[in-house]
Structure formats: C-alpha cells, structure tokens
C-alpha cells in the first residue's frame, strides 16, 4: 500500500474560467446589526420570545456551532514569485531562440482562525499553517501579498478575481519546451478592487510547528462585520469518536464545514514543506487523526469539537492506494499557546528568510518508558504514558521519571499540569518566558523531589 503525507494547501490557478464581476462599492456601508435595527419594538420582541421559548434539539446546537465557527474563519490567498528555470524562448524565433528565465507568480488558496478581535478597531490575530505563507522555492519565502476573505465575502468572481496574464519578454509571449511539449507561462493576480479584502501582515511563523501568526489592523471589513473569535477546547478534553467538523476553503471555493469524528486523538507524522523537494526537510508533526472530509484549500482551516469549540488546525491529509478519509489536525493544546508564544516574543527576532519560534525546551532527553490504556470515570479511553529521562542535562538524571510541571512568572503560577503524556513537557513549556522559573516534579530513586530552573527560550 502506497501512502503519502501532503500538505493541503491548493494551487488557485482558475486558467479555463475568468471571472470579471466585482460588486458595487457600496453595499459594505450595511452594517450586520442594521437588520435587528430594522425591527420594529414588537418585532424584535415576538422574536426574543420565540427564542427564549423553545429548547433547540442537539441537531439545532450543533448547527448552530458550526455556524458560529464560519464565522470565526477567513479564507486565505497567497501570492509568490518565482523564477523559472526551465530556459524559455522567443515565440517570434519559432521556439528555437532562449531568452533568459523570467519571473513569474502563483496564487495559492487556505484558510485561517481568528483567535484575537478587536471589532470597534478593525484588528485581528489570525492563526494558519505556516504552508500556507511560506515557499522555499519563492523569492519571498514568506509572501507579502496575503488577502483574507471573511464567510461570504470570500466567492472567486463576486468579492475577488484571480486573473492571469501571458509572461512577456521583449514584447512577446514567452512559453517553453518540455518532453516535447510546449507551455505557456502564465503569470497570475488577486485582483480585489473592492473592499472586501482585508491585507495581512505574518507576526511569526515556525516550520518546526506549521503554524503562522497573521495580524490585520484598522480593517473597516472587521468593523463592519459579524467575525468573532473562536474558543479554544479545555486543556486534553479531545478523545477518539467524539463527533468533529473541520471549516476551511476547500479547493479555493470559500468558507465551508465537513463533518466526521476524531478518529485518533494525537499520533505523529512526518510532514515536508519545502517545495525543492529536500529529502533531509521532513519534519516531525503531533496530529489528531480525522474522517472529516479534508482537500486542497483547507490548510490552516479551524477543527472543532460539537461544541464549537476550537481543537486543532487542519494541516494535511493521506493520500495513495487504498487510503481513505484519513486528514490531521495540529493539537490547540500546543496551538494555544504557540500563537500567544509568537505574538508576545517574534517580533524581536523574526526573519521571513528563516521562519522559526524561540521556545523553552526540556534541558535533558526523555521517553515513554511504559504505556497503559484505560476507560475513565466518563467511560472515555485515555492513554497513561510513563516518562523517564534518559540522558542527563541541566539538573535531571538519567532515570528521573517526570510527573508534574510547574511554570511561574514570579510568584504567579503560569501552569500546573501533570504529565501523563509526553507531549505535556514541551506543549508546556511554551508559556514559559526568558527568565520564568520552572518546576519538574520527579521520581529519582523511588522518592518524590522538585528539580527547577530559570527558563531560556531557544530557536526550534
């Protein structure tokens, strides 16, 4: 069985339909809450009523947190330049003549989750995968060309147009020679002359995690709009057949939700993001395993719980003979803390030439040395995993088994958390600070004792 890992960002190149339309300038002018202000008193009280007198089935409460989590969710374009490196020719010399090797661009669709909004000043944190802003192969890396499209405001020829022109040289149409067959080259634009796209800035991105910051400021489109940010699930409440949806921009056609299960609450896999095919650039990525339909376009979508309450950021999926069904989603138990992590440290060190996050990391080397399954008190299995240091650094020893970590900034505990998985340690450590003191509780030589240090954030 051929299985293969791939990044579910899609290449937005509409070249066999053309979109012209854009709407009037003026229809942003109506605010969301100019429809309840529209109501006449005893309308909008008949409303209430009916609201208040009736208890919505779990069908209805389900419907609704989908619908609220469109609402939390943009779509995302992204523009990078290339330089090809194929050898072009002169169409007027009869393909025969190369020219050089032109720049040209590519427009690339995926979605994002607002997690920080401040609607009366048009700002907003953005969270997406770090794919969806990066291409090693670009001139860019890191695009400076990001547009994001609120739900509804998001339809390819009705808010934005993709448009694409022929790459010129000398006057001329460029194309060039493969296997005998000849291309042309096709140079592709956002064309948004309307006011619906709202221009983002990255804060930060890390390749380590494929997450990205994204920032918009002073938006009149956030304003005027009925975005919200989405809730973030408690701390582990994430457990295998829990009913799950994934909201994204599949296939650049707009915001849209498919529903399925958890499939598999956390497992790692090997993921490449480069675009030159680097052998040695895979990286190792913790997931959560759905059967949620996932395609190309909703990278960096939101995956949340029945009740609407954020649990990952959709990356990737399987694809290969007799695969089905299979995509993933990166854990908000790191999520939510990685964006925060970004947003307070980057900006002090942040390249679009090198993408990476500075984060605290366990000083010593660790592993599972026991696992063992069991059903809790809500009749959910959970996984109990034993973690024992293996190699000593800083103030560990080989054997320490870990059992709780504490992190403070001063004398307020910033966590507090046991440490029954192992990916707790380093999920942990990223709401530690430069100079927070942290706290490991371990078992050293059958007995209980605390080994604690001043935290050092690190590039990873």
């Known amino acids: 069985m051929k299985k293969i890992l791939c990044a579910v960002i899609a290449l937005a190149l509409s070249a066999t ?8 300038g003026g229809s942003l002018e109506v605010n969301v809450n100019n429809t309840y202000e529209s109501m006449t008193d005893g309308q909008w009280q008949e409303y209430k009523d009916i609201l208040n007198n009736r208890t919505p089935d779990s069908g209805e409460s389900f419907r609704t947190a989908v619908n609220g989590s469109l609402l939390s969710g943009v779509s995302i374009l992204t523009r990078f330049t290339y330089n090809d490196i194929t050898g072009y020719v002169d169409e007027v010399f009869g ?56 739900y509804g405001q998001d339809a390819e020829g009705v808010n934005f147009n993709l448009g694409y022109s022929y ?31 709202m221009k983002a800035e990255v804060v930060c991105a890390s390749i380590a995690h494929d997450i990205a910051l994204l920032k918009v400021s002073n938006s009149q489109v956030l304003k005027n709009s ?3 940010a989405a809730d973030f699930v408690k701390e582990d409440d994430v457990y295998a057949g829990a009913r799950a949806y994934a909201v994204g921009n599949p296939d650049g056609d707009g915001m849209s939700a498919t529903v399925g299960f958890v499939t598999k609450e956390s497992e790692e896999i090997f993921l490449n993001l480069s675009d030159n095919e680097d052998e040695n650039a895979y990286g190792s990525y913790r997931v959560i395993r759905t059967d949620a339909a996932i395609n190309g376009g ?14 990952g950021i959709v990356n990737s999926k399987s694809t290969g003979d007799d695969i089905d069904n299979m995509g993933y989603a990166l854990p908000a138990s790191c999520v939510k803390r990685l964006w925060v992590l970004m947003k307070e440290t980057s900006p002090s060190y942040f390249s679009k030439r090198n993408p990476y996050v500075k984060a605290a990391i366990f000083p010593a080397g660790y592993k599972v040395v026991n696992t063992v399954s069991y059903m809790n ?8 995993e034993t973690v024992a240091v293996t190699t000593a650094g800083g103030n560990f020893k080989a054997g320490d088994v870990l059992k709780h970590i504490t992190i403070k900034n001063g004398e307020t505990v910033v966590e507090d958390k046991d440490i029954t998985r192992a990916y707790h340690i380093d999920d942990t450590l990223l709401s530690a600070r430069d100079g927070y003191t ?22 990873v």
């Open 377 to 384: 008190p809500l009749g959910l299995a959970e996984i109990a």
């Open 17 to 24: 339909v053309l979109f012209s339309g854009c709407f009037g």
């Open 226 to 228: 009925g975005a919200k």
């Open 167 to 197: 790459v010129m040289h000398g006057g001329n149409k460029v194309y060039y020679r493969e296997n005998g067959n000849e291309y042309w080259l096709l140079d592709y634009n956002i064309t948004d002359d309307n006011a619906y796209a």
């Open 298 to 311: 909703n990278s960096g979508g939101g995956f949340y719980n029945e009740q609407g309450k954020l649990i």
């Open 438 to 459: 942290v706290i490991f509780t371990v078992i050293r030589n059958g007995q209980r004792t605390e080994v604690q240090y001043s935290a050092s954030l690190a590039r």
């Open 95 to 150: 393909g025969s003549r190369q020219i050089g090797k032109p720049d040209y661009h590519s427009v690339y669709c995926g979605a994002g989750v607002i997690v920080e909004l401040d609607k009366e000043a048009g700002d907003a944190y953005i969270i997406t995968n770090c794919h969806v802003v990066y291409s090693d192969a670009s001139k860019e890396i890191i695009s400076d060309d990001i547009r994001l499209y609120l």
